[in-house]
Nanobody
């Protein structure tokens, strides 16, 4: 059974940090591109960061460059999103995604709220 379980979300003040984790099971994690998406209320889901399967090449949406870092530990079947200098506009539900065509798996999401 495929599972992606996100954790690490919560309430943080502007300028603070959070580290999201996504534990994968039920598929060959190291062969999958891993992505973090987010969706704010009333907005479409947005790709935030991705990391390739082999070379661990990373890409980010412009709004988080220099603040967020995606990484993976294939031995632990886990992908991380380190989020620093958080802003109120980062408030959203964050989703973990695993992709290796045609397979496309999603987690249930974790809420991140940035507010004073």
């Amino acid at each position: 059974q495929v599972q992606l379980v996100e954790s690490g979300g919560g309430l943080v003040q502007p300028g603070g940090s959070l580290r999201l984790s996504c534990l994968a099971s039920g598929f060959s994690f190291s062969r999958y591109v891993m992505r973090w998406y987010r969706q704010a209320p009333g907005q479409e889901r947005e790709l935030v960061a991705r990391i390739s399967a082999v070379a661990s090449t990373t890409n980010y949406v412009d709004s988080v460059k220099g603040r967020f870092t995606i990484s993976r530990d294939n031995a632990k079947n886990t992908v991380y999103l380190q989020m620093n200098i958080l802003k109120p506009e980062d408030t959203a539900v964050y989703y973990c995604n695993a992709w290796n065509f045609p397979s496309d798996y999603w987690g249930q999401g974790t809420q991140v709220t940035v507010s004073s």
